[in-house]
């Protein structure tokens, strides 16, 4: 992989790792507010706490798979002479 694709992949990792980061607060959001409502309706307030769960696992599920997906790897210069 050159330096450029190397750029390329990176940006996909952490593209995914905001992706997952939003679905993440998202649903946390979600599960919040079907919590503070759960003295009403009963149905809005499952159909919000499943929604925002799901999106929770999924934004784990998407953020850890952009920070574990590639490893950037530095490599040394093996010139092995000064001038």
Same mark, same amino acid.
Request: hydrophobic share 55%; no cysteine.
């Given at each position: 992989?050159?330096?450029?694709?190397? +750029?390329?992949? &990176? =940006?996909?990792? /952490?593209?995914? *790792? $905001?992706?997952?980061?939003?679905?993440?607060? %998202?649903?946390?959001?979600?599960?919040?507010?079907?919590?503070?409502?759960?003295?009403?309706?009963?149905? +809005?307030?499952? &159909? =919000?706490?499943? /929604?925002?769960? *799901? $999106?929770?696992?999924?934004?784990?599920?998407? %953020?850890?798979?952009?920070?574990?997906?590639?490893?950037?790897?530095?490599?040394?210069?093996?010139?092995?002479?000064?001038?």
């Amino acid at each position: 992989m050159n330096g450029h694709d190397a +750029i390329l992949v &990176l =940006l996909q990792d /952490v593209k995914e *790792l $905001l992706y997952g980061i939003f679905w993440l607060l %998202a649903g946390a959001l979600l599960l919040l507010i079907g919590v503070l409502l759960l003295d009403l309706s009963g149905g +809005i307030t499952l &159909l =919000l706490s499943a /929604v925002g769960a *799901l $999106l929770v696992f999924g934004g784990a599920f998407y %953020a850890h798979h952009g920070f574990h997906h590639h490893e950037l790897v530095e490599k040394q210069d093996q010139t092995g002479g000064t001038t």
